[in-house]
């Protein structure tokens, strides 16, 4: 009789572990060569070529049980006007960047000089472009305007050309610096420096 007590509750037991087991993988999960998603078999073994690597999916992580796959999108950079970043330059943005009628520094003054104190400073500068380019002189990057011995003399010359030479006299110690000449038009800007320091007369 104890005996017979005793099968019975052996198997009693493992039929309580079997439900266990059951409750543990749950349906649609991809278990040990059982089904997966869909009912499709779960296969083992390489990638087929061009196939992209699966993600995991955090709804599809089980406690006791494989995880759930899924493919990850395609994600594409697009750049102002629904262009892929990367491409190439439209041929409009070619022609206007390097459009030959750019203005362009194309003579001036020696890049490094010196000026006595108490004399003329002066820098000269040549440019070319359609339309006409303005030439705009700047010091240690700021505008000249305020000076107060600062002139300009312009020259135009037929109808790209343009010339002009800026002078400061009688120059001082304060003189000193970084020049710049500064060409523009509607297509291109270009820039021509010069450097200078004042020395001492000597007799």
């Known amino acids: 009789m104890k005996s017979l007590s005793l099968r019975y509750g052996v198997i009693f037991f493992l039929l309580i572990i079997d439900s266990l087991d059951s409750a543990a993988v749950p349906k649609g999960s991809v278990g040990a060569g059982g089904r997966g ?8 073994g390489a990638r087929k070529a061009g196939e992209r690597r699966p993600v995991l999916s ?32 439209t041929e409009e943005s070619e022609s206007y960047y390097n459009n030959p009628n750019g203005a362009k520094v194309i003579d001036a003054s020696h890049f490094e000089s010196e000026y006595i104190l108490g004399r003329k400073l002066a820098f ?3 440019a ?9 002189w700047l010091k240690d990057g700021i505008e000249l305007y305020a000076h107060p011995f600062f002139q300009v003399h312009e020259y135009k010359v037929g109808k790209d050309l ?12 304060k003189d000193s610096g ?24 000597v007799y």
């Open 58 to 89: 955090s709804a599809g992580i089980r406690a006791g049980a494989n995880t759930v796959v899924q493919e990850s999108p395609t994600l594409t950079a697009v750049g102002v006007g629904g262009h892929p970043l990367g491409s190439r330059k």
């Open 124 to 126: 000269y500068c040549k």
């Open 128 to 136: 070319q472009g359609v339309p006409r380019p303005h030439i705009t």
């Open 162 to 173: 343009i010339k002009s030479k800026m002078e400061i006299d009688p120059a001082t110690q």
């Open 37 to 44: 998603v869909k009912g499709m078999r779960h296969k083992a």
């Open 178 to 201: 970084f020049y710049e000449c500064q060409a523009d038009n509607k297509y291109a800007i270009d820039k021509r420096g010069f450097r200078t320091d004042y020395t001492l007369d």
